[in-house]
């Protein structure tokens, strides 16, 4: 057996991935802890712990570079390209020198890399990062709506709460808070002492966004979503498909029709 063969089987061991994991989240907790004031000692075993968690990382990009054949490959893969700049940049140590808040920073950056090692989260990112552009449309017609409640709500509302009417954009911000039903109805209370009909103005906005454009981009996400699981699905040989297992079986059912028509005594 190669060389690449086994490391082929040593990244596509289950037990590989989970020690992996399991380093991921020890790193997680080493920076953790780090927040809070501990005594010397401990400080300095988790400067050890970083350093081996650092160790294991390089060897773990190297065993899937050494996988990969041809080795480019390995860089045309985004993960892979952004694994092996947090393992690098991880190199960098930490003291007292300028470098020092980037290193921290990307130490914890490497809670990220869990992404890239379970596929049920590599395609709950890219369905994000794919959903965005779709989205772009709603988010405008939603801020359109917003634009013309918080010209409304600025020109009604403005003498009875400057704080929170007092021009449009601060209109905006308080739309935003009534959007997400944070305590929305003491806003609609004190414009009601004034104006009692104004209940209207707030429940048909919450109608618009809360429950209708919400809904809407729920809908987009989830639609996304299902398109990346069966993106996932045909990119798996290992998955036998519903349309494969019909056409398995209408060449069955032909080939034995074929053979009873040829052989008219051999049937049952």
């Known amino acids: 057996m190669s060389w690449q063969s086994r490391f082929e089987e040593i990244i596509s061991n289950k037990i590989f991935e989970f020690f992996i994991i399991f380093i991921i989240i020890a790193s997680a907790l080493t920076i953790g802890v780090k927040t809070y004031d501990i005594t010397p000692f401990w400080l300095s075993v988790l400067e050890v712990a970083d ?3 650092t160790v294991i990382f390089i060897i773990e990009i190297s065993v899937r570079f050494l996988a990969t054949h041809p080795r480019s490959n390995f860089f045309k893969n985004g993960w892979n390209i952004f694994d092996t700049l947090i393992v690098i940049v991880s190199l960098i140590p930490i003291d007292n020198s300028d470098m020092a808040l980037v290193a921290r920073l990307i130490r914890v950056f490497r809670v990220l890399r869990m992404i890239s090692i379970i596929p049920e989260l590599r395609i709950l990112l890219n369905s994000l990062l794919k959903v ?9 017609l939603m801020f359109i709506i917003f634009y013309i409640y918080a010209a409304i709500g600025s020109l009604i509302f403005e003498d009875i709460n400057p704080v929170l009417w007092g021009d449009i954009s ?16 003491d806003v609609m209370y004190e414009t009601m002492a004034i ?5 209207t103005f707030y429940v048909s906005f919450i109608f618009l966004t809360a429950f209708a454009f ?6 987009i996400v989830v639609n996304v979503l299902e398109e990346e699981h069966q993106k996932e699905r045909d ?11 019909y056409a398995e079986v209408k060449a069955l059912r032909a080939l034995i029709e074929k053979q009873q028509r040829d052989n008219p005594g051999s049937g049952p």
């Open 132 to 140: 965005l552009p779709r989205l772009g449309y709603v988010v405008a």
């Open 195 to 199: 104006y009692p009909m104004s209940w």
């Open 235 to 245: 990119e798996d040989p290992n998955i036998l498909h519903l349309e494969d297992v």
């Open 170 to 185: 601060i209109a905006m911000l308080t739309l935003f808070r009534v959007m997400t039903l944070e305590d929305w109805t």
């Open 214 to 219: 919400l809904n809407m981009l729920i809908g």
């Open 51 to 53: 350093i081996g968690i």
